[in-house]
């Protein structure tokens, strides 16, 4: 299995962005998805999390704030991030199962203030 993120960028704070992330194989609609961060200096941490039967769960700092979706028949995962906050500057992973068995690559996210 493997995971292509992209979408992350330079963004305004108070903007949006819609991070993707593609999977190969054909695991992608049994599995949960999940997007994580980084943030310079810090741990990697779960953002959200959708399931197979599409319940989705959010961690308290973007609650609101983003939208996580899946599309089985395009095998991707999306993050949908609306009033974005310098803090929110990261780099965004994707991965699949949970716990998480496989990992993508990355974007980075850039919120300037």
């Known amino acids: 299995v493997q995971l292509q993120a992209s979408g992350g960028g330079l963004v305004q704070a108070g903007g949006s962005l819609r991070l993707s992330c593609a999977a190969s194989g054909s695991i992608f609609s049994i599995n949960a998805m999940n997007w994580y961060r980084q943030a310079p200096g810090k741990q990697r941490e779960l953002v959200a999390q959708i399931t197979s039967a599409y319940n989705t769960k959010y961690e308290g700092f973007v609650e609101g704030r983003f939208t996580i979706s899946r599309d089985n028949a395009k095998n991707t995962v999306y993050l949908e991030m609306n009033s974005v906050k310098p803090e929110d500057t990261a780099v965004y992973y994707c991965?699949?199962?949970?716990?998480?068995?496989?990992w993508g690559q990355g974007t980075l996210v850039t919120v300037s203030s």
């Open positions: 991965s699949l199962g949970w716990p998480p068995k496989y």
